[in-house]
């Protein structure tokens, strides 16, 4: 065997067994009665969930502007985050340009409600999750880190922790787009 052939089966090897090292990433689908459509999320589990009956923290990421449930997982190795720190990871979907905001206008966007109401209820009912504020977190990107920062307000009974990474906290031309003030409390 050449030198380069070893290497490589050297490479194929150590990926075939980190890769058993690694949480689980899948896509789940949750109703939105608000909506009336299902809307895909990402969840990422660690190791650790399969081998103990514990619960676990999660953390919820948003993705950004004209953005996906898929950004983070595109973007991001999640599963081996999730294994070194113990947490569940959830991407919802909050649409393209949502603002994680209930639309005063259209009826189809309703990300507030779909997150606060519908899939934190789902997570909770379907994994083994720390089913209280002290076990929730959330923060995004862009667009999801105005949502990270507007739900975490708009709902402190839910999340104990909140981040924002280059949040949009301006929403002077949305709310122009829309033709009237979006109601905040």
Known sequence: MSK???ITVFIVALLFLSS?????????YINSSAMHKTIPA??????AYSDSD???SVIYLLHGYSGSYKDWPAHVDLPPLADRYGFILVCPDGGYDS???DS??????????HISKEVIPYIDAHYRTIKARGG???TGLSMGGHGALYLAMRHASLFYAASSMSGGVDLTFWLERWGKPVPLA
């Open 4 to 6: 380069r052939s070893g």
């Open 42 to 47: 990402v969840i990422v589990l660690p190791d």
């Open 20 to 28: 058993g090292f690694a949480g689980t990433l899948d896509t789940l």
């Open 54 to 56: 514990q619960n676990f």
């Open 104 to 113: 005063p206008v259209d009826p189809a966007s309703q990300y507030e409600t």
């Open 136 to 138: 929730r977190a959330i």
């Open 99 to 101: 603002w994680y905001l």
